[in-house]
T-cell receptor, first 114, second 114 residues
Framework: SQTIHQWPATLVQPVGSPLSLECTVEGTSNPNLYWYRQAAGRGLQLLFYSIGIDQISSEVPQNLSASRPQDRQFILSSKKLLLSDSGFYLC?????????????FGPGTRLTVL | AQSVTQPDIHITVSEGASLELRCNYSYGATPYLFWYVQSPGQGLQLLLKYFSGDTLVQGIKGFEAEFKRSQSSFNLRKPSVHWSDAAEYFCAVVASGGSYIPTFGRGTSLIVHP
């Protein structure tokens, strides 16, 4: 069966510090991968999605970036965190092909920027 | 582009009462429709989905949803709510043309009173 992992689970970082959040998927190949952010009391904001290695699209311009160094690994980064980057970050995957648009979410990372 | 509206930000019900969470979408054709649930501090879990066929779909945890094309709605229902159902519920839509980018509603927070 497929599983998706995210780490760390929680993170407290000072403003201006770098960020690296990691997401890995097991049990499937060539997944579509997604990064979402969920601010307090708000819905899901799609940040990045990837349909393959080195194929990453950004949905919202900001100081975050994403990379996919391996097929099942998706990394969210920042060189300098802002207070507004605080939130709950969710990674998700979906399978390729028609009728397989269900997304499967990881447990999330709670990021607090102070 | 598609859009999703969840008109209720919060819903409060008593344990054992019936539940209906509303979801309306905007899309030119029949989309793929989903309901997800999120417990506090966790990722999203798929409750049920509609792709085609029978407009009444059954999901996990005793939930069901009915697709009504004439009303552009996909409301989630449960005949008897349990205290463990307290969570955030998200409706999502994916265009049926092979897109892999879902649009999520802003979520409905369900509060269950004993």
């Amino acid at each position: 069966s497929q599983t998706i992992h995210q780490w760390p689970a929680t993170l407290v970082q000072p403003v201006g510090s770098p960020l690296s959040l990691e997401c890995t998927v097991e049990g499937t190949s060539n997944p579509n991968l997604y990064w979402y952010r969920q601010a307090a009391g708000r819905g899901l904001q799609l940040l990045f999605y990837s349909i393959g290695i080195d194929q990453i699209s950004s949905e919202v311009p900001q100081n975050l970036s994403a990379s996919r160094p391996q097929d099942r690994q998706f990394i969210l980064s920042s060189k300098k965190l802002l207070l507004s980057d605080s939130g709950f970050y969710l990674c998700a995957w979906s399978a390729r092909g028609r009728g397989t648009d269900t997304q499967y979410f990881g447990p999330g990372t709670r990021l607090t920027v102070l | 582009a598609q859009s999703v509206t969840q008109p209720d930000i919060h819903i409060t019900v008593s344990e054992g009462a019936s539940l209906e969470l509303r979801c309306n979408y905007s899309y030119g054709a029949t989309p793929y429709l989903f309901w997800y649930v999120q417990s506090p501090g966790q990722g999203l879990q798929l409750l049920l989905k509609y792709f085609s066929g029978d407009t009444l779909v059954q999901g996990i945890k005793g939930f069901e949803a009915e697709f009504k094309r004439s009303q552009s709605s996909f409301n989630l229902r449960k005949p008897s709510v349990h205290w463990s159902d307290a969570a955030e519920y998200f409706c999502a839509v994916v265009a049926s043309g092979g897109s892999y980018i879902p649009t999520f509603g802003r979520g409905t927070s369900l509060i269950v009173h004993p």
